[in-house]
């Protein structure tokens, strides 16, 4: 009965594109969204769940950024709200065909509760960690990645998650497109959904997320931004 | 089940507060139920209705012996309805060793009402089993019970109030809490998804029916260690069996004789 509950998997720890692909400029700000998930053969065509998150990314001295975001569907679906935040920094920068290394720690947090008795209330925390590294094209960034997602409590839980995405910017609006390839080491038979996944493993994901600056710096492709 | 479930998550942005518990309550619905009577003939069987507690009209099928006998009650498992379970009372109809009553749980198949953890597993089966006690004249313990999937976990949730011969119980879950688990592979509260507790091992706990838990080994639905759990969370007697090459719900037409020999002995031994 893994397949079951991988439905559940894209409402918490994979809920959002990488925030963790380059640093913004020291003070400036991103209004950051995206939609998407693990795509369901269930449906004709076969599509991503439209799983949604919403937050604000901040750059703190052109190496680091933070972010806060909050995730709606949990919330609409289940009546569990989840928030997440988290730092990622640049480890090294880019150079030639060398890519630029960003690591990223950040926090979930959910609670909530549909049981109709008690207890009315239970929560969760989920650390996670990625590794992502990236390389500049013009305006345009390409990353892949591993994110590591851990359970401390009530009992511990450790699962990671391979990805690849990429980032074209327009002015100030960034359109990302990621791909994720989330619990490849479950089966993924079909029970409640069946999930496209590679070798009938986990979950193909596909997310888009979108980005608008603000400030008076624009992002640039080597991360110290330029002057609008 | 797998649309529903989908069409479901598609519709989350739009919706509040959904539950899963639509994965263990799949209610199909049917105007008029498609009995065949080419096994069990068409004087033997008699379609009846009766309330459960609060009033909601359940609708069951007997399948008499063609001489007097005990009664059998079969809870069948959840996506279907009498008419889909017909197969299996035909099987169980030709060990020729009980009257076999079905019955559909609420907003299943004819049933009215709506499905509810606590109108299902708290409600229906006890209805069933009040009327087979009085259409047999029957006490509890003079009534068999077959079980299969989430039908185990009516009867377990029934069994909390009401003993019974014996149950034979198939295929059943463990718990909500162990499918969240190896779904999600994360610790994450019942309550998050579901609005009943569905917390089978638990409720075994508190039965005083002898039980024969069954559980295929090659069961792709249903972990096949939800047998052992609900074993040891068992009170005595009790029996295990886990048979090879028995998936969720075909070991009557895998082991149709293994099957009929195990249940009816142990049936036969608990009278």
Redesign the interface.
Known sequence: ?????????PL?GACSVSRAVAPLPKGSGQIITSVGGPI?K??SPAIP????SVGYMHGLNGKTNVYGEFY??GL?????GGVGGGVATEVFGPDGAKPRLMVEGGLYA?A??????P?PF?A?V?PHAQTTFSWDLKRQVLYAGLDQLI?P???F?W?FTPLIGGVARVGRVGFQLEYKWM?WY?DN??????WAGPFHHGASSVQIGISVALGPHLPSAKGRGEEK | ???I???A??A?????????DF?FLDTPQTDAYEISSEIVPEDLIEPVTFEAKDGTVLYGYWAHQPVPSPPLIFFHGNGGHIGDNWDRVEFMWEWHTHDIFIFDYREFGMSEGTATFQGVMEQDGMAAVEHVMSWAIAEPEEIAWVALSLGGAVAIHTSDEIGAQALVMEST?ASAD???D????????????????YDNEDAIAKITTPILIIHGLDD????PESGPLLFDAAPKPKELWQPKGVGHSDLFEVKPDEFEDRASSFLASHE
């Open positions: 009965m893994f397949r079951l509950a991988l439905i559940l998997l918490l369901t269930n449906l769940l439209p799983m949604t709606p569907t609409a679906a289940f009546g569990v959910y909530g509760n549909n049981d109709e008795g207890p239970a969760r989920f359970q409590f009530p009992s839980r699962h619990a479950l038979l079909p029970i409640a959904a069946e | 089940m797998r649309k479930a989908a069409v998550l598609l989350l942005s739009q919706t509040a507060c959904l539950s899963l994965l879950f162990q499918l969240l190896e779904g999600t592979g994360l610790d994450v509260p019942t309550g998050w998804f579901f609005k009943g507790p792709d639905f249903i972990n």
